[in-house]
């Protein structure tokens, strides 16, 4: 990792061109994670491009504890936090008849035939209070407490909004999966 440790320095130092490595080193890695916590292409980049702007102006704030890009990425999730919160009244459901953890009826391999782009778009559709709590929880692997404190909700509120994204995923899922074997079939 010399060559990032130089390449940080010429970003601390204002250098455009570190910054352009800097940039498109990471830029697709954390594009993705952009991904997860969007509605559409248009606001993932937009969060991309919010998130690189933090990075390249708290860079002095990395202090070489634990990982460069882990460093990078929190900022990017915390960039589409802010986002959320500042676009979408997150609804306070406290309601434990929606906790349901498991997508019954699907196994373990229909997850195989499908692709990766095809379980981001179903992320991307579902509903921004839902999205969140999903990727927060599923993809991040934050806790409950943790996510009410992130998103200001309660932990019942997190447990019904994870609990809805899941359905509504297992929905898409199956569709997705009924069309693929009447087509295959």
Not at 93 to 99: E, K, Q, T
Not at 123 to 151: C, D, Q, T, W
Request: aromatic share 10%.
């Amino acid at each position: 990792m010399p060559e990032l440790k130089k390449i940080l320095k010429g970003c601390l130092a204002g250098n455009k061109r570190d910054q352009e490595l800097l940039y498109r080193r990471y830029s697709s890695k954390l594009y993705g994670v952009s991904l997860q916590y969007s509605g559409s292409y248009d606001e993932a980049r937009d969060v991309l491009q919010e998130s690189f702007i933090k990075i390249f102006t708290s860079l002095q704030s990395f202090h070489g504890k634990g990982s460069f890009e882990g460093w990078m990425r929190r900022i990017v999730v915390n960039t589409a936090l802010e986002r959320h919160r500042n676009r979408y009244y997150l609804n306070k459901v406290d309601d434990p008849g929606y906790m349901n953890n498991t997508l019954p009826g699907m196994e373990a391999d229909d997850f195989e035939t499908m692709e990766s782009e095809d379980l981001l778009n179903f992320i991307m559709e579902l509903p921004p209070k839902y999205r969140m709590v999903f990727n927060l929880y599923a993809i991040e692997g934050y806790s409950h407490k943790e996510i009410s404190a992130m998103l200001g909700i309660s932990q019942g509120t997190s447990k019904s909004n994870l609990s809805r994204a899941r359905a509504i995923l297992q929905k898409k899922v199956e569709k997705h999966l009924g069309i693929k074997k009447r087509m295959n079939g």
